[in-house]
Every structure is written in C-alpha cells, then in structure tokens.
C-alpha cells in the first residue's frame, strides 16, 4: 500500500501555555469528566490547528504521549483510521489502541448505539451505567457496600482505573453491537484496548477533538518506536501532514496491555506496570502472563505487538543476555559488513577498554566466532566490569561504578578510535560505535529506541546489545520484550 505525498511540518508546542485545565472540586470526580479552554499562544493555535485535522481529514496527526509518540486519528470514521495504517504501512489484523481523555468518553464507546438503557449484557458480562449528573464517579460505586453492577466499564478494571489511569496502562474491553469504533480499529475482532495516556497534551488534543483517538506508535511498521518529535519526521516524512512536538517522552516502552475479560487476567504486552504492581489489585491476584518475546505468527493478535516483527533498525541486533560477557574482536569482526561498521550498546556492566589497538586469537571465520565457553578471550574494545560478576558470569551484585554517568538525553555515540589486529592483518578499517546508556532502568528505556536510530544512522551493520535483567521491574520487562522482538 503506498502513501501519499504529505508536507510534514513539526509545530513545537510547549504543554505549559496550551491552556487551561479546570477539574471538579472532589478529587476522584475528573476522571470522569473535567473541561479545558484554550490559551492565547501560539503554542495553543498549533494545538488547535492539529485537533481540527483530527475532526476534518482523513490524514493522522502525531502526538506525544508519556510512553511513545502516537499516531491519532478519529476512532470512528473508516477512512481517517484507514490513513493510520496507510501512513505506517501497517498490516490491517493488527489491532490499534484507543485514546480516551475521560471515563465518560470511553462509556459513550461501550453504549450500544442507539442504547438509553442502564442495562447491557456484551459478551457474557452484564454492566450497568452510572447516570450522568448524579456526581456519583467509579470510585464511589466500586466502595457502595453491596454493589455488584458497577458501571458499563467491568468491574474487573476498576481498581486498576483508579490505581493507574492516567498512565501507561491499556485494557482490553468488549466492543459493543453497533460500535462507534470504526472496524479498521478493532481489526475483526470483539474487543478492543484502551488507555488515558498521562500527558498533558494528548488529554487535550483528544479533548479538543472532541472523538478518541486510535493512535498506535507513530514510525513506520516494524521499525523502533518514536520518543522524540524527530524520529517521527524520520520514519513518517511525507506521509502525515502534522506532527506535534512537546519533546521526548517520559518513559520511552509503550503501555501495558491487560486482559481481564479472560479467566484468569492476563498481561498480553508488559509495559510501564508491572506484574507485582498489578497483583496488588482486587480481581488481579493470579495475573499471568500472555505474552511471548518472540513474533506469534499464525496468531489473530488481540494487542499491538504480539504477532508481528516490531522494533527492528536496519542493521541487525545481536542482545545478550544479562550476565554474557561482550562480544569479542571476532564476534565485532564476523558480523562487520559491507560498511565495516559495528555499533555497540551498553547498559550496566560492559565496560570500554582503554586501548588504542585490540588482537584476535586466531582467524576470524563466522564458525568460532564465539569464545564466550574457551578458556581464554581475546582482547578487545569491550570488558567486563568484575566487580559485579562471579566466575561462571552470573550476576551477583549490581557494580559500586556504573560504566557510564550520561543521561540518555546527553548521551550519543562516539567512534571508538581502535585497530582491530588479527593473527595475519591488521585490520583497521573496522569501525565501532559505542553508545552507553548507563545502569539505571528509567535511562535504558528512556534512550533505547534512540540508541538503536542513532545507531541505524551511523550505516552500522550490526547493532550489540548489553541485554538487561527481566527479573529487576516492569521497565526492564518490557525493554527486554522489545529487544528480543528486535533481535529475532
């Protein structure tokens, strides 16, 4: 499918002159509802001018969020959610998240059309409506002493609703007869996801489109998610007319994707909340995991991610596991191409060798490449901080001195100035980019789809990656979900 011909301009808007936002006096009540006027800045005309495409074309409109950049258009019209998929050249049974920006929006999605009813029986669960205008919210209802309709939103996600929306968590929900949801959204299936992204001009742009919006990452299919306004322009130039810039995002890996309509819960794509974090809740005690770290083809995917190659740069990833040691100068060498470029990412405990020349072992052929189980290494422009390992490579300590103090917002990759000598040649026109990341697990996810473009950028042929503990949270889950999906 091939896209039209956009001019794709980048219009900055700073969150803090957009406007106003004016919430009800309780504090549990603006989930439901709250209001926002319009500033007079020019930060709040580009707001603006990106909401009314949203409710008059058919082209998607780039937006930031707190995890990723998204990729909106309005949720209920076929051709705008057709541009999305046209723009990204994206497969069509791959499903889209839709982004709400209060409760009451999202229960005008689950209403039947046409339904006044309190009532509604979808898909074996029966749900009740809150009227509107009593003041009643969904915390009220969840602590009303024996109730047991609460909502047309099922109960199943109320506790978590309250615990962590807004924010990096998306639910799977029954998609009603006669849906508002246009069918490109819901890929043919009955359900569909949703999310309150926590960021303050995403809450507004949706608000002033006055529609949800499906919004996926905004880059091209396949390719390393956006977290800042330019690698949008990089992958979708041309493609969409508009792209909003509020900076890089906050957390960096895409949302958590839950299903609690199946027996028992199951987390189909980890995220910003973890699995500890969700078995703190009512209903969520034996959540499991959904999920596989690798592309499940033959599958009718119920979340964005599951079926499909994601994540991917050009050059191929190489990840290591937690705990490997860094490639050697052969396994640098075997995996050089036509560029002769390599690049590396480091993230705890890889560490750079001061030297100005690194020697092989023995010859470089792509069948020993490995020496990570012989009793001797090579040296080479990487090692191994021994301070936080044991003898077989394990992982026993986190290092008193992590390899590298750069946020990712300062870090970048650098040309390490190095002759590679093997046993019969010097080899020196072999060139390695470093890009370290540092040790701390907000950084990693922060910077590591910046670290793969950059590195795509450079011409490498092959990326290395210091992989990280899945065990340590959520974040590092996640960020080893998507780098085993970009390896595969």
């Not at 919430?23 to 007079?40: G, H, P, V, Y």
């Not at 009643?136 to 609460?150: F, K, Q, S, V, Y």
């Not at 069918?183 to 949703?194: D, I, K, M, S």
């Not at 199951?266 to 690798?294: F, H, M, N, T």
Request: aromatic share 6%; net charge negative.
């Amino acid at each position: 499918m091939q896209a039209s011909i956009h001019t794709t301009r980048v219009l900055p808007v700073d969150t803090s002159r957009i406007g106003d936002f004016m919430f009800a006096s309780k504090a549990s009540n603006w989930l439901d509802e709250w209001q926002f006027s319009l500033a007079d800045s020019k930060d709040a005309r580009n707001l603006a001018e990106a909401a009314k495409l949203l409710k008059t074309s058919n082209t998607p409109v780039a937006f930031p969020t707190e995890t990723v950049y998204g990729l909106g258009a309005d949720a209920s019209r076929s051709e705008a959610v057709q541009g999305i998929y046209q723009a990204k050249q994206r497969p069509s049974d791959n499903p889209l998240i839709v982004h709400i920006c209060s409760l009451s929006q999202l229960r005008g999605i689950l209403r039947p059309t046409g339904t006044a009813s309190h009532h509604a029986f979808q898909n074996g669960h029966q749900f009740a409506e809150i009227p509107s205008g009593t003041g009643t919210t969904i915390t009220d209802r969840i602590n009303e002493p024996g109730h047991d309709l609460a909502d047309l939103i099922p109960s199943i996600y109320h506790p978590l609703i309250t615990k962590f929306w807004p924010g990096p968590l998306t639910i799977i929900l029954p998609n009603p007869p006669d849906s508002t949801l246009a069918p490109e959204v819901t890929a043919g299936l009955n359900t569909f996801g949703a999310r309150m992204p926590d960021h303050p001009l995403a809450l507004a742009l949706i608000k002033l489109a006055g529609v949800p919006l499906a919004a996926p990452s905004a880059n091209a299919s396949t390719k390393p998610s956006p977290t800042a306004a330019e690698h949008v322009k990089e992958d979708l130039d041309g493609r969409i007319d508009v792209i909003l810039d509020a900076g890089p995002c906050s957390v960096g890996v895409e949302s958590t994707v839950v299903d609690g309509l199946s027996k028992p819960p199951a987390i189909l794509r980890p995220g910003g909340i973890s699995i500890e974090q969700l078995r703190q809740c009512k209903g969520w005690e034996d959540v499991v995991v959904g999920y596989k770290d690798a592309p499940e083809h033959g599958t009718k995917p119920k979340a964005p991610g599951m079926k499909y190659r994601h994540y991917s740069p050009k050059a191929k990833v190489v990840l290591y596991e937690a705990g490997s040691w860094p490639p050697s100068t052969e396994e640098l060498l075997v995996r050089r191409g036509g560029s002769g470029t390599v690049g590396v990412i480091r993230t705890k405990n890889w560490m750079v060798n001061n030297l100005d020349e690194v020697h092989s072992n023995r010859p470089v052929n792509a069948d020993n490449h490995d020496l990570s189980t012989h009793g001797f290494r090579s040296t080479s422009p990487l090692k191994l901080n021994q301070a936080a390992y044991g003898p077989h490579g394990s992982n026993t300590t986190h290092p008193s001195v992590p390899p590298t103090q750069m946020k990712p917002s300062d870090a970048e990759a650098r040309l390490l100035g190095l002759k590679i000598r093997t046993t019969s040649e010097i080899t020196d026109n072999t060139s390695v980019w470093d890009f370290p990341l540092g040790p701390d697990i907000s950084d990693i996810a922060r910077g590591i789809f910046s670290a793969l473009r950059e590195l795509d950028r450079k011409g490498v042929d092959t990326i290395f990656v210091e992989g990280i503990s899945d065990t340590e949270g959520d974040l590092a889950a996640a960020v080893m979900n998507r780098l085993r999906k970009a390896a595969v």
